[in-house]
Protein backbone atom coordinates (compact mmCIF):
# COMPACT_ATOMS: atom_id res chain seq x y z
CA UNK A 1 0.00 0.00 0.00
CA UNK A 2 1.31 3.96 -0.82
CA UNK A 3 2.33 5.52 2.49
CA UNK A 4 1.57 9.31 1.90
CA UNK A 5 4.85 11.76 1.88
CA UNK A 6 4.01 15.13 3.42
CA UNK A 7 4.89 18.57 3.04
CA UNK A 8 6.04 20.39 6.25
CA UNK A 9 6.04 23.85 4.40
CA UNK A 10 1.81 23.71 2.60
CA UNK A 11 0.96 21.11 5.64
CA UNK A 12 -0.40 18.56 3.56
CA UNK A 13 -0.53 14.76 2.37
CA UNK A 14 0.89 13.81 -0.96
CA UNK A 15 0.17 10.28 -2.32
CA UNK A 16 2.09 10.64 -5.77
CA UNK A 17 5.62 10.39 -6.92
CA UNK A 18 6.99 13.70 -7.39
CA UNK A 19 8.22 12.80 -10.72
CA UNK A 20 4.08 12.08 -11.43
CA UNK A 21 3.48 15.36 -9.50
CA UNK A 22 5.81 16.88 -12.12
CA UNK A 23 3.91 15.40 -15.14
CA UNK A 24 0.58 15.57 -13.99
CA UNK A 25 1.62 19.49 -13.36
CA UNK A 26 2.68 19.39 -17.33
CA UNK A 27 -0.67 17.94 -18.61
CA UNK A 28 -2.21 21.52 -17.63
CA UNK A 29 -0.04 22.80 -20.75
CA UNK A 30 -3.07 21.38 -22.91
CA UNK A 31 -5.82 22.63 -21.50
CA UNK A 32 -6.23 25.41 -24.26
CA UNK A 33 -7.10 22.86 -27.05
CA UNK A 34 -10.43 23.86 -27.28
CA UNK A 35 -11.99 20.20 -27.83
CA UNK A 36 -12.21 17.35 -25.70
CA UNK A 37 -11.70 14.12 -27.21
CA UNK A 38 -8.24 15.70 -28.33
CA UNK A 39 -7.59 17.31 -25.30
CA UNK A 40 -7.87 13.91 -23.46
CA UNK A 41 -5.95 12.23 -26.24
CA UNK A 42 -3.21 14.45 -25.81
CA UNK A 43 -3.11 14.19 -21.93
CA UNK A 44 -3.19 10.35 -22.60
CA UNK A 45 -0.41 10.57 -25.28
CA UNK A 46 1.87 12.24 -22.85
CA UNK A 47 1.34 10.01 -19.99
CA UNK A 48 1.69 7.10 -22.45
CA UNK A 49 5.36 8.15 -23.15
CA UNK A 50 6.22 9.30 -19.61
CA UNK A 51 5.63 5.22 -18.62
CA UNK A 52 6.83 3.93 -21.80
CA UNK A 53 3.79 2.12 -22.70
CA UNK A 54 3.93 2.97 -25.86
CA UNK A 55 6.80 0.70 -25.78
CA UNK A 56 4.82 -2.36 -24.68
CA UNK A 57 3.19 -4.70 -26.99
CA UNK A 58 0.09 -6.30 -26.44
CA UNK A 59 1.51 -9.75 -27.08
CA UNK A 60 3.76 -9.04 -23.87
CA UNK A 61 1.21 -7.80 -21.49
CA UNK A 62 -0.68 -10.83 -22.53
CA UNK A 63 2.48 -13.64 -21.42
CA UNK A 64 2.96 -11.55 -18.32
CA UNK A 65 -0.60 -11.95 -17.24
CA UNK A 66 -0.55 -15.61 -18.10
CA UNK A 67 2.69 -16.19 -16.24
CA UNK A 68 1.33 -14.15 -13.09
CA UNK A 69 -1.92 -15.61 -13.15
CA UNK A 70 -4.62 -13.05 -13.61
CA UNK A 71 -7.43 -15.21 -14.65
CA UNK A 72 -10.08 -14.07 -12.05
CA UNK A 73 -11.07 -10.53 -13.25
CA UNK A 74 -13.27 -9.98 -10.05
CA UNK A 75 -10.38 -10.70 -7.62
CA UNK A 76 -8.29 -7.70 -5.64
CA UNK A 77 -4.64 -7.50 -6.31
CA UNK A 78 -2.63 -5.91 -3.51
CA UNK A 79 -0.05 -3.23 -4.52
CA UNK A 80 2.94 -6.41 -4.39
CA UNK A 81 1.22 -8.58 -6.41
CA UNK A 82 1.25 -5.25 -8.65
CA UNK A 83 4.60 -4.72 -8.47
CA UNK A 84 5.95 -7.67 -9.35
CA UNK A 85 3.76 -8.21 -12.48
CA UNK A 86 4.98 -4.45 -12.99
CA UNK A 87 8.22 -5.56 -12.49
CA UNK A 88 8.49 -8.35 -14.91
CA UNK A 89 6.72 -6.23 -17.92
CA UNK A 90 9.10 -3.89 -17.78
CA UNK A 91 12.41 -5.86 -17.14
CA UNK A 92 12.01 -6.82 -20.57
CA UNK A 93 11.38 -3.82 -21.80
CA UNK A 94 14.82 -2.70 -20.22
CA UNK A 95 15.90 -5.54 -22.39
CA UNK A 96 15.42 -4.25 -25.37
CA UNK A 97 15.18 -0.49 -24.42
CA UNK A 98 18.15 0.14 -21.91
CA UNK A 99 18.46 3.70 -23.00
CA UNK A 100 14.73 4.61 -22.86
CA UNK A 101 13.54 2.39 -19.84
CA UNK A 102 14.55 3.48 -15.89
CA UNK A 103 13.15 0.20 -14.34
CA UNK A 104 12.31 1.73 -11.04
CA UNK A 105 11.13 4.71 -11.91
CA UNK A 106 8.84 3.11 -14.30
CA UNK A 107 7.16 0.55 -12.23
CA UNK A 108 6.80 3.39 -9.45
CA UNK A 109 5.01 5.93 -11.82
CA UNK A 110 2.84 3.01 -13.61
CA UNK A 111 1.51 1.93 -10.04
CA UNK A 112 1.35 5.41 -9.15
CA UNK A 113 -1.34 6.05 -12.46
CA UNK A 114 -2.85 2.79 -12.02
CA UNK A 115 -3.83 3.45 -8.12
CA UNK A 116 -4.50 7.06 -8.80
CA UNK A 117 -7.52 5.46 -11.59
CA UNK A 118 -8.74 2.10 -10.12
CA UNK A 119 -7.95 2.84 -6.00
CA UNK A 120 -9.24 6.67 -5.10
CA UNK A 121 -10.08 4.96 -1.86
CA UNK A 122 -6.66 4.34 -1.01
CA UNK A 123 -7.29 1.15 -0.52
CA UNK A 124 -3.74 -0.45 -2.07
CA UNK A 125 -5.98 -2.85 -3.73
CA UNK A 126 -7.46 -3.46 -7.67
CA UNK A 127 -9.49 -5.43 -9.76
CA UNK A 128 -7.25 -7.78 -11.70
CA UNK A 129 -9.86 -6.29 -15.14
CA UNK A 130 -8.98 -2.54 -13.80
CA UNK A 131 -5.44 -3.73 -13.81
CA UNK A 132 -5.27 -5.51 -17.78
CA UNK A 133 -7.55 -2.49 -18.86
CA UNK A 134 -5.46 0.58 -17.82
CA UNK A 135 -2.19 -1.13 -19.17
CA UNK A 136 -3.98 -2.34 -22.37
CA UNK A 137 -5.38 0.62 -23.35
CA UNK A 138 -2.03 2.84 -22.79
CA UNK A 139 0.01 -0.04 -25.04
CA UNK A 140 1.75 -0.23 -28.56
CA UNK A 141 -0.74 -2.19 -30.39
CA UNK A 142 -3.62 -2.10 -33.24
CA UNK A 143 -6.39 -0.66 -31.90
CA UNK A 144 -8.91 -3.59 -32.97
CA UNK A 145 -6.57 -5.34 -30.78
CA UNK A 146 -7.16 -3.89 -27.86
CA UNK A 147 -11.06 -4.19 -28.31
CA UNK A 148 -10.90 -7.97 -28.59
CA UNK A 149 -8.67 -7.93 -25.80
CA UNK A 150 -10.81 -6.25 -23.58
CA UNK A 151 -13.91 -8.40 -25.08
CA UNK A 152 -12.25 -11.61 -24.00
CA UNK A 153 -11.78 -10.85 -20.46
CA UNK A 154 -15.29 -10.05 -19.66
CA UNK A 155 -17.13 -12.84 -22.53
CA UNK A 156 -17.98 -16.35 -21.42
CA UNK A 157 -16.35 -19.36 -22.38
CA UNK A 158 -19.19 -19.21 -25.45
CA UNK A 159 -17.52 -16.16 -26.48
CA UNK A 160 -20.79 -13.91 -25.69
CA UNK A 161 -21.05 -11.23 -23.28
CA UNK A 162 -24.01 -9.77 -21.23
CA UNK A 163 -25.05 -6.34 -20.22
CA UNK A 164 -23.49 -6.88 -16.53
CA UNK A 165 -19.79 -7.99 -18.21
CA UNK A 166 -20.21 -5.19 -20.65
CA UNK A 167 -21.02 -2.34 -18.22
CA UNK A 168 -17.94 -3.62 -15.87
CA UNK A 169 -16.01 -3.36 -19.11
CA UNK A 170 -16.99 -0.19 -20.05
CA UNK A 171 -16.63 1.11 -16.44
CA UNK A 172 -13.22 0.63 -15.86
CA UNK A 173 -11.78 1.85 -18.90
CA UNK A 174 -13.89 5.63 -18.90
CA UNK A 175 -12.10 5.93 -15.28
CA UNK A 176 -8.83 6.61 -17.48
CA UNK A 177 -10.25 9.82 -18.81
CA UNK A 178 -12.08 10.30 -15.39
CA UNK A 179 -8.56 10.38 -13.51
CA UNK A 180 -8.13 13.64 -15.48
CA UNK A 181 -10.99 15.21 -15.41
CA UNK A 182 -12.46 14.86 -18.61
CA UNK A 183 -15.26 12.30 -18.32
CA UNK A 184 -18.11 14.81 -18.53
CA UNK A 185 -17.94 15.42 -21.87
CA UNK A 186 -17.81 11.19 -23.04
CA UNK A 187 -20.94 10.83 -21.40
CA UNK A 188 -19.92 10.71 -17.78
CA UNK A 189 -19.07 8.28 -15.12
CA UNK A 190 -22.54 6.33 -15.61
CA UNK A 191 -22.32 3.20 -18.16
CA UNK A 192 -25.52 2.31 -18.80
CA UNK A 193 -26.51 4.05 -21.68
CA UNK A 194 -23.61 2.78 -23.64
CA UNK A 195 -24.34 -0.60 -22.67
CA UNK A 196 -27.75 0.14 -23.93
CA UNK A 197 -26.30 1.80 -27.23
CA UNK A 198 -24.23 -1.67 -28.01
CA UNK A 199 -27.53 -4.21 -27.01
CA UNK A 200 -29.69 -1.80 -29.50
CA UNK A 201 -27.18 -1.83 -32.41
CA UNK A 202 -27.38 -5.95 -31.64
CA UNK A 203 -31.25 -5.77 -31.72
CA UNK A 204 -31.85 -6.16 -28.45
CA UNK A 205 -30.09 -9.80 -27.41
CA UNK A 206 -29.81 -10.80 -24.19
CA UNK A 207 -25.93 -11.44 -25.07
CA UNK A 208 -23.76 -10.22 -27.85
CA UNK A 209 -20.58 -11.75 -29.95
CA UNK A 210 -17.20 -9.99 -30.77
CA UNK A 211 -17.92 -8.62 -33.82
CA UNK A 212 -20.70 -7.29 -32.87
CA UNK A 213 -19.32 -5.20 -30.25
CA UNK A 214 -16.38 -4.79 -33.00
CA UNK A 215 -19.17 -3.54 -35.56
CA UNK A 216 -20.14 -0.98 -32.65
CA UNK A 217 -16.71 0.05 -31.26
CA UNK A 218 -15.91 1.11 -34.75
CA UNK A 219 -18.64 3.63 -34.38
CA UNK A 220 -16.63 5.05 -31.89
CA UNK A 221 -19.06 5.99 -28.87
CA UNK A 222 -18.73 9.07 -27.16
CA UNK A 223 -17.86 6.94 -23.69
CA UNK A 224 -15.27 5.54 -26.23
CA UNK A 225 -13.96 8.03 -29.01
CA UNK A 226 -10.87 9.21 -26.81
CA UNK A 227 -9.30 6.06 -27.57
CA UNK A 228 -9.56 5.88 -31.70
CA UNK A 229 -8.35 9.90 -31.13
CA UNK A 230 -5.40 8.62 -28.87
CA UNK A 231 -4.26 6.18 -32.27
CA UNK A 232 -4.41 9.21 -34.83
CA UNK A 233 -2.67 11.52 -32.22
CA UNK A 234 0.15 9.00 -32.25
CA UNK A 235 0.55 8.33 -35.74
CA UNK A 236 -0.13 11.87 -36.89
CA UNK A 237 3.16 12.91 -34.61
CA UNK A 238 5.59 12.11 -37.28
CA UNK A 239 3.33 12.51 -40.46
CA UNK A 240 4.57 15.47 -42.36
CA UNK A 241 1.86 17.02 -45.36
CA UNK A 242 3.27 19.23 -47.91
CA UNK A 243 1.08 21.95 -47.63
CA UNK A 244 0.83 25.50 -45.88
CA UNK A 245 -1.84 26.07 -42.94
CA UNK A 246 -3.98 29.52 -44.73
CA UNK A 247 -3.99 31.01 -41.13
CA UNK A 248 -0.41 30.78 -39.57
CA UNK A 249 1.54 29.96 -42.69
CA UNK A 250 3.04 27.42 -41.30
CA UNK A 251 4.76 24.82 -43.90
CA UNK A 252 5.25 21.90 -44.05
CA UNK A 253 2.34 21.24 -41.83
CA UNK A 254 3.32 18.37 -39.13
CA UNK A 255 0.93 16.44 -37.28
CA UNK A 256 -2.89 17.04 -38.11
CA UNK A 257 -3.66 18.63 -41.14
CA UNK A 258 -7.01 19.76 -41.61
CA UNK A 259 -8.53 20.38 -45.64
CA UNK A 260 -11.33 22.20 -46.20
CA UNK A 261 -14.02 20.81 -48.56
CA UNK A 262 -15.87 24.19 -49.03
CA UNK A 263 -12.77 26.24 -50.61
CA UNK A 264 -10.25 24.81 -52.93
CA UNK A 265 -6.30 24.50 -51.50
CA UNK A 266 -7.64 25.82 -48.05
CA UNK A 267 -5.85 24.06 -44.92
CA UNK A 268 -5.27 24.13 -41.78
CA UNK A 269 -2.57 23.17 -38.81
CA UNK A 270 -3.47 21.16 -35.54
CA UNK A 271 -2.55 24.46 -33.69
CA UNK A 272 -4.65 26.42 -35.34
CA UNK A 273 -7.72 23.76 -35.35
CA UNK A 274 -7.26 22.97 -31.66
CA UNK A 275 -7.49 26.71 -30.76
CA UNK A 276 -10.26 27.15 -33.17
CA UNK A 277 -8.84 29.92 -35.39
CA UNK A 278 -10.42 30.43 -38.79
CA UNK A 279 -8.94 33.01 -41.44
CA UNK A 280 -11.37 35.31 -43.23
CA UNK A 281 -14.34 33.76 -45.65
CA UNK A 282 -14.28 29.85 -43.75
CA UNK A 283 -16.86 29.26 -41.22
CA UNK A 284 -16.68 26.35 -38.54
CA UNK A 285 -19.69 24.86 -40.05
CA UNK A 286 -17.94 24.56 -43.24
CA UNK A 287 -16.38 20.56 -43.21
CA UNK A 288 -13.17 19.54 -43.49
CA UNK A 289 -11.47 15.99 -43.60
CA UNK A 290 -8.57 15.22 -41.36
CA UNK A 291 -5.38 13.57 -42.24
CA UNK A 292 -2.90 11.89 -39.78
CA UNK A 293 -0.93 10.12 -42.61
CA UNK A 294 0.27 12.29 -45.40
CA UNK A 295 -2.29 12.13 -48.77
CA UNK A 296 -2.61 10.46 -51.83
CA UNK A 297 -3.32 11.38 -55.23
CA UNK A 298 -6.50 9.24 -54.77
CA UNK A 299 -7.10 11.24 -51.84
CA UNK A 300 -6.83 14.15 -53.40
CA UNK A 301 -8.93 13.79 -56.22
CA UNK A 302 -11.40 12.63 -54.42
CA UNK A 303 -11.55 15.87 -51.99
CA UNK A 304 -11.27 17.75 -54.99
CA UNK A 305 -14.55 16.47 -56.42
CA UNK A 306 -16.24 16.79 -53.20
CA UNK A 307 -15.50 20.52 -52.94
CA UNK A 308 -16.73 21.12 -56.47
CA UNK A 309 -19.96 19.63 -55.28
CA UNK A 310 -20.22 21.46 -52.21
CA UNK A 311 -19.47 24.86 -53.81
CA UNK A 312 -23.24 24.64 -54.79
CA UNK A 313 -24.30 24.37 -51.22
CA UNK A 314 -24.98 27.94 -49.20
CA UNK A 315 -23.94 28.36 -46.01
CA UNK A 316 -27.17 27.37 -44.65
CA UNK A 317 -27.06 24.16 -45.44
CA UNK A 318 -24.03 23.27 -43.66
CA UNK A 319 -25.40 25.18 -40.52
CA UNK A 320 -28.22 22.98 -40.52
CA UNK A 321 -26.84 19.83 -41.25
CA UNK A 322 -24.02 19.51 -39.14
CA UNK A 323 -22.12 15.90 -38.84
CA UNK A 324 -20.56 14.62 -35.80
CA UNK A 325 -17.67 12.32 -35.84
CA UNK A 326 -19.02 10.13 -32.64
CA UNK A 327 -21.46 7.53 -31.95
CA UNK A 328 -23.56 9.92 -29.12
CA UNK A 329 -25.08 8.19 -26.15
CA UNK A 330 -28.43 10.30 -24.35
CA UNK A 331 -27.70 10.35 -20.73
CA UNK A 332 -30.08 11.68 -18.63
CA UNK A 333 -28.89 14.77 -15.91
CA UNK A 334 -25.17 14.17 -17.20
CA UNK A 335 -23.27 16.33 -18.38
CA UNK A 336 -22.90 17.97 -22.02
CA UNK A 337 -22.16 16.42 -24.99
CA UNK A 338 -19.40 16.28 -26.94
CA UNK A 339 -19.00 18.98 -29.51
CA UNK A 340 -18.20 19.56 -32.95
CA UNK A 341 -17.65 23.05 -34.14
CA UNK A 342 -16.93 21.72 -37.57
CA UNK A 343 -17.60 18.69 -39.72
CA UNK A 344 -14.96 16.99 -40.38
CA UNK A 345 -14.61 13.61 -41.99
CA UNK A 346 -11.55 11.26 -40.96
CA UNK A 347 -9.20 9.24 -43.02
CA UNK A 348 -7.28 7.08 -40.79
CA UNK A 349 -5.30 3.53 -42.19
CA UNK A 350 -7.01 0.03 -41.90
CA UNK A 351 -3.60 -1.22 -40.34
CA UNK A 352 -2.77 1.94 -38.26
CA UNK A 353 -0.72 0.84 -34.79
CA UNK A 354 0.30 3.96 -32.73
CA UNK A 355 3.63 4.36 -31.53
CA UNK A 356 1.88 4.81 -28.40
CA UNK A 357 -13.59 -0.75 -9.08
CA UNK A 358 -16.96 -0.23 -10.37
CA UNK A 359 -18.93 2.52 -8.29
CA UNK A 360 -21.09 3.46 -10.47
CA UNK A 361 -23.44 5.20 -7.62
CA UNK A 362 -21.16 7.20 -5.73
CA UNK A 363 -18.72 8.00 -9.24
CA UNK A 364 -21.90 9.04 -11.05
CA UNK A 365 -22.88 11.16 -7.99
CA UNK A 366 -19.43 12.89 -8.04
CA UNK A 367 -19.27 13.26 -11.83
CA UNK A 368 -22.35 15.44 -11.50
CA UNK A 369 -21.05 17.72 -8.78
CA UNK A 370 -17.95 18.01 -10.71
CA UNK A 371 -19.80 19.06 -13.74
CA UNK A 372 -21.84 21.89 -11.08
CA UNK A 373 -19.02 23.00 -9.59
CA UNK A 374 -16.98 23.25 -13.25
CA UNK A 375 -20.41 25.29 -13.91
CA UNK A 376 -20.12 27.47 -11.34
CA UNK A 377 -16.76 28.64 -11.15
CA UNK A 378 -17.32 29.57 -14.72
CA UNK A 379 -20.24 31.78 -13.92
CA UNK A 380 -18.40 33.50 -11.29
CA UNK A 381 -15.32 33.89 -13.23
CA UNK A 382 -16.81 35.56 -15.79
CA UNK A 383 -19.29 37.88 -12.90
CA UNK A 384 -16.82 38.05 -9.84
CA UNK A 385 -16.53 36.65 -6.80
CA UNK A 386 -19.52 36.84 -4.71
CA UNK A 387 -19.71 40.10 -2.10
CA UNK A 388 -21.54 37.45 0.99
CA UNK A 389 -19.45 35.19 2.70
CA UNK A 390 -20.84 32.12 1.73
CA UNK A 391 -19.02 30.89 -1.04
CA UNK A 392 -20.99 28.64 -3.15
CA UNK A 393 -18.14 26.20 -4.07
CA UNK A 394 -17.83 24.98 -0.48
CA UNK A 395 -21.57 24.60 -0.09
CA UNK A 396 -20.95 22.52 -3.03
CA UNK A 397 -18.19 20.42 -1.65
CA UNK A 398 -20.24 19.85 1.51
CA UNK A 399 -22.84 18.34 -0.39
CA UNK A 400 -20.72 16.67 -2.43
CA UNK A 401 -18.83 14.87 0.58
CA UNK A 402 -22.09 14.37 1.93
CA UNK A 403 -23.50 12.19 -1.11
CA UNK A 404 -20.07 10.53 -1.59
CA UNK A 405 -20.07 9.83 2.15
CA UNK A 406 -23.79 8.48 1.48
CA UNK A 407 -22.83 6.16 -1.47
CA UNK A 408 -19.91 4.98 0.15
CA UNK A 409 -22.06 3.63 3.01
CA UNK A 410 -24.42 2.14 0.86
CA UNK A 411 -21.61 -0.65 -0.08
CA UNK A 412 -21.57 -1.57 3.41
CA UNK A 413 -18.01 -2.76 2.76
CA UNK A 414 -14.45 -1.27 3.66
CA UNK A 415 -13.72 1.50 0.85
CA UNK A 416 -10.78 -1.14 -0.69
CA UNK A 417 -13.63 -3.40 -1.25
CA UNK A 418 -15.63 -3.46 -4.70
CA UNK A 419 -18.72 -4.14 -5.55
CA UNK A 420 -19.49 -7.46 -7.97
CA UNK A 421 -22.11 -5.55 -10.48
CA UNK A 422 -23.00 -1.83 -11.26
CA UNK A 423 -26.43 -1.96 -9.43
CA UNK A 424 -25.37 -4.26 -6.42
CA UNK A 425 -24.84 -0.70 -4.54
CA UNK A 426 -28.37 0.48 -5.69
CA UNK A 427 -30.12 -2.39 -4.24
CA UNK A 428 -28.69 -2.58 -1.01
CA UNK A 429 -29.81 0.55 0.25
CA UNK A 430 -32.11 0.45 3.00
CA UNK A 431 -35.25 2.92 4.58
CA UNK A 432 -32.44 4.68 6.83
CA UNK A 433 -30.17 5.85 3.90
CA UNK A 434 -33.18 6.96 1.65
CA UNK A 435 -34.54 8.96 4.43
CA UNK A 436 -30.91 10.51 4.04
CA UNK A 437 -31.13 11.63 0.79
CA UNK A 438 -34.26 13.08 1.36
CA UNK A 439 -32.95 15.03 4.20
CA UNK A 440 -30.10 16.52 1.78
CA UNK A 441 -33.15 17.19 -1.15
CA UNK A 442 -35.12 19.28 1.68
CA UNK A 443 -32.00 20.88 2.72
CA UNK A 444 -31.66 22.15 -0.95
CA UNK A 445 -34.92 23.17 -1.23
CA UNK A 446 -34.92 25.17 1.77
CA UNK A 447 -31.38 26.84 0.99
CA UNK A 448 -33.10 27.65 -2.80
CA UNK A 449 -35.73 29.24 -0.64
CA UNK A 450 -33.88 31.66 1.30
CA UNK A 451 -31.54 32.53 -2.08
CA UNK A 452 -34.71 33.48 -3.82
CA UNK A 453 -36.24 35.92 -0.51
CA UNK A 454 -32.82 37.40 -0.71
CA UNK A 455 -32.76 37.90 -4.05
CA UNK A 456 -36.42 39.79 -3.69
CA UNK A 457 -34.77 41.74 -1.03
CA UNK A 458 -31.82 42.68 -2.78
CA UNK A 459 -33.96 43.43 -6.06
CA UNK A 460 -36.46 45.69 -3.96
CA UNK A 461 -33.61 47.49 -2.29
CA UNK A 462 -32.37 48.09 -6.01
CA UNK A 463 -35.34 49.36 -7.58
CA UNK A 464 -35.42 51.43 -4.15
CA UNK A 465 -32.30 53.03 -4.88
CA UNK A 466 -32.86 53.61 -8.41
CA UNK A 467 -36.10 55.76 -7.94
CA UNK A 468 -33.57 57.61 -5.31
CA UNK A 469 -30.95 58.18 -7.74
CA UNK A 470 -34.12 59.64 -9.86
CA UNK A 471 -35.18 62.30 -7.76
CA UNK A 472 -33.60 65.64 -7.55
CA UNK A 473 -31.06 66.60 -5.05
CA UNK A 474 -31.64 68.89 -2.36
CA UNK A 475 -30.69 72.51 -3.41
CA UNK A 476 -28.15 72.38 -0.73
CA UNK A 477 -25.98 69.84 -2.22
CA UNK A 478 -23.81 70.32 -5.30
CA UNK A 479 -24.26 68.18 -8.24
CA UNK A 480 -21.06 66.38 -7.75
CA UNK A 481 -21.14 65.61 -4.18
CA UNK A 482 -19.43 62.81 -2.41
CA UNK A 483 -23.11 61.04 -1.44
CA UNK A 484 -23.96 60.89 -5.57
CA UNK A 485 -20.77 59.22 -5.96
CA UNK A 486 -21.43 56.52 -3.27
CA UNK A 487 -24.96 55.67 -4.43
CA UNK A 488 -23.95 55.43 -8.01
CA UNK A 489 -21.40 52.76 -7.01
CA UNK A 490 -24.08 51.28 -4.20
CA UNK A 491 -26.60 51.11 -7.50
CA UNK A 492 -23.55 49.44 -9.78
CA UNK A 493 -22.85 46.96 -6.74
CA UNK A 494 -26.32 45.98 -6.27
CA UNK A 495 -26.79 45.36 -9.95
CA UNK A 496 -23.78 42.80 -9.68
CA UNK A 497 -24.89 41.29 -7.03
CA UNK A 498 -28.30 41.04 -8.84
CA UNK A 499 -26.49 39.09 -11.50
CA UNK A 500 -24.38 36.52 -9.33
CA UNK A 501 -27.16 35.39 -7.10
CA UNK A 502 -29.38 34.73 -10.60
CA UNK A 503 -26.36 32.95 -11.83
CA UNK A 504 -26.06 30.92 -8.27
CA UNK A 505 -29.99 30.33 -7.79
CA UNK A 506 -29.52 29.01 -11.71
CA UNK A 507 -27.04 26.43 -10.70
CA UNK A 508 -28.80 25.55 -7.34
CA UNK A 509 -32.14 25.16 -9.27
CA UNK A 510 -30.08 22.27 -11.66
CA UNK A 511 -28.55 21.19 -8.63
CA UNK A 512 -32.11 20.39 -7.26
CA UNK A 513 -33.27 19.01 -10.24
CA UNK A 514 -30.55 16.23 -10.74
CA UNK A 515 -31.16 15.13 -7.09
CA UNK A 516 -34.86 14.80 -7.46
CA UNK A 517 -34.29 13.00 -10.86
CA UNK A 518 -31.59 10.58 -8.53
CA UNK A 519 -34.05 10.02 -5.75
CA UNK A 520 -37.11 8.90 -8.14
CA UNK A 521 -34.66 6.72 -9.87
CA UNK A 522 -33.90 5.16 -6.37
CA UNK A 523 -37.26 4.63 -5.34
CA UNK A 524 -38.00 2.93 -8.32
CA UNK A 525 -34.85 0.69 -8.14
CA UNK A 526 -36.24 -0.04 -3.89
CA UNK A 527 -39.19 -0.77 -5.46
CA UNK A 528 -38.56 -3.61 -7.62
CA UNK A 529 -37.01 -5.73 -4.87
CA UNK A 530 -39.65 -4.59 -2.73
CA UNK A 531 -42.16 -6.28 -5.21
CA UNK A 532 -40.16 -9.26 -5.25
CA UNK A 533 -40.50 -9.47 -1.52
CA UNK A 534 -43.85 -9.63 -1.71
CA UNK A 535 -44.41 -11.99 -4.33
CA UNK A 536 -42.09 -14.48 -2.11
CA UNK A 537 -43.72 -13.99 0.86
CA UNK A 538 -41.15 -11.62 2.38
CA UNK A 539 -42.25 -8.34 4.12
CA UNK A 540 -40.52 -5.25 2.04
CA UNK A 541 -39.35 -2.45 4.19
CA UNK A 542 -41.99 0.30 4.19
CA UNK A 543 -41.97 3.06 1.70
CA UNK A 544 -41.24 6.43 3.44
CA UNK A 545 -44.26 9.41 2.47
CA UNK A 546 -42.88 11.55 -0.64
CA UNK A 547 -40.95 14.67 -0.60
CA UNK A 548 -43.11 17.74 -0.85
CA UNK A 549 -43.01 19.16 -4.22
CA UNK A 550 -40.14 21.65 -5.04
CA UNK A 551 -41.21 25.48 -4.64
CA UNK A 552 -41.78 27.19 -8.03
CA UNK A 553 -38.54 27.73 -10.15
CA UNK A 554 -37.84 30.25 -12.95
CA UNK A 555 -37.09 28.41 -15.90
CA UNK A 556 -33.27 27.75 -16.09
CA UNK A 557 -30.88 28.30 -18.77
CA UNK A 558 -28.00 26.06 -18.10
CA UNK A 559 -24.36 27.02 -20.05
CA UNK A 560 -24.30 25.84 -23.25
CA UNK A 561 -21.00 26.11 -25.43
CA UNK A 562 -22.86 25.83 -28.60
CA UNK A 563 -23.02 22.42 -29.26
CA UNK A 564 -23.13 20.72 -32.52
CA UNK A 565 -27.13 20.50 -33.59
CA UNK A 566 -29.03 18.90 -36.23
CA UNK A 567 -28.70 15.38 -34.65
CA UNK A 568 -31.63 12.95 -35.91
CA UNK A 569 -34.19 12.38 -33.26
CA UNK A 570 -33.09 9.42 -30.55
CA UNK A 571 -34.09 5.76 -31.41
CA UNK A 572 -36.12 3.68 -28.59
CA UNK A 573 -34.16 2.95 -26.10
CA UNK A 574 -33.44 -0.59 -24.71
CA UNK A 575 -33.01 -1.91 -21.30
CA UNK A 576 -30.92 -1.05 -18.42
CA UNK A 577 -27.36 -2.53 -17.18
CA UNK A 578 -27.30 -5.28 -14.47
CA UNK A 579 -30.28 -7.08 -12.89
CA UNK A 580 -32.89 -4.70 -11.52
CA UNK A 581 -32.26 -1.63 -12.89
CA UNK A 582 -35.29 -0.20 -14.81
CA UNK A 583 -35.58 1.03 -18.23
CA UNK A 584 -34.73 4.87 -18.79
CA UNK A 585 -36.94 6.10 -21.25
CA UNK A 586 -34.93 9.18 -21.55
CA UNK A 587 -31.81 7.62 -22.72
CA UNK A 588 -31.22 6.44 -26.34
CA UNK A 589 -28.76 5.28 -28.35
CA UNK A 590 -26.74 7.03 -30.13
CA UNK A 591 -26.40 7.89 -34.15
CA UNK A 592 -23.48 7.12 -36.27
CA UNK A 593 -21.75 10.15 -38.03
CA UNK A 594 -18.30 11.04 -39.04
CA UNK A 595 -16.25 12.87 -36.42
CA UNK A 596 -15.07 13.32 -33.35
CA UNK A 597 -14.15 16.92 -32.88
CA UNK A 598 -15.64 17.88 -29.58
CA UNK A 599 -15.55 20.94 -27.42
CA UNK A 600 -15.55 20.97 -23.93
CA UNK A 601 -15.15 24.84 -22.64
CA UNK A 602 -15.66 24.18 -19.34
CA UNK A 603 -13.05 25.63 -16.62
CA UNK A 604 -9.78 23.38 -16.54
CA UNK A 605 -6.82 23.35 -13.85
Known amino acids: MRDPSLCHQTQTTFWDHPRMTELYQSLSDLNNVRFSAYR ?48 TIYQGLERKHSDLVNLPLCVDMCLNWLLNVYDTGRGGKIRELSFKTGL ?64 QFANGRPEIEATMFLEWMRMEPQSMVWLPVLHRVAASETAK ?49 EYCTPTTSGEDIRDFAKVLKNKFKS ?10 GYLPVQTVLEGDDLE ?20 LSNEDTHARIEHLASRLAEMEFKNGSFLNDSSPNESLEDEHLLIQHYCQSLSGESPGSQPQSPAQILISLDSQERSELERILRDLEDENRSLQSEYDRLRQKQELGGLGAL ?39 DHNRQLESQLIRL ?8 QEGRVNGTPALPSPPPPPPPPPQEESHPLSNGGSGGLRPPEPTGDDVGTGVPTDEDAAGGLVSVLPAQQDTAGRE
Open 136 to 199: VSLSNAHLEDKYRFLFKQVASVSGLCDQRRLGLMLHDAVQIPRQLGEVASFGGSNIEPSVRSCF
Open 241 to 289: HQAKCNICKECPIVGFRYRSLKHFNYDVCQSCFFSGRTAKGHKLSYPMV
Open 471 to 509: LPAPPTMPPESPRDSELIAEAKLLRQHKGRLEARMQVLE
Open 315 to 324: KKYFEKHPRI
Open 40 to 87: TAMKLRRLQKALCLDLVSLDALTNVFEQSGLKQNDRLMDVSEAVGCLT
Open 340 to 359: TPVTVIRLVPVALAPSPSPQ
Open 523 to 530: RQLLDQPQ
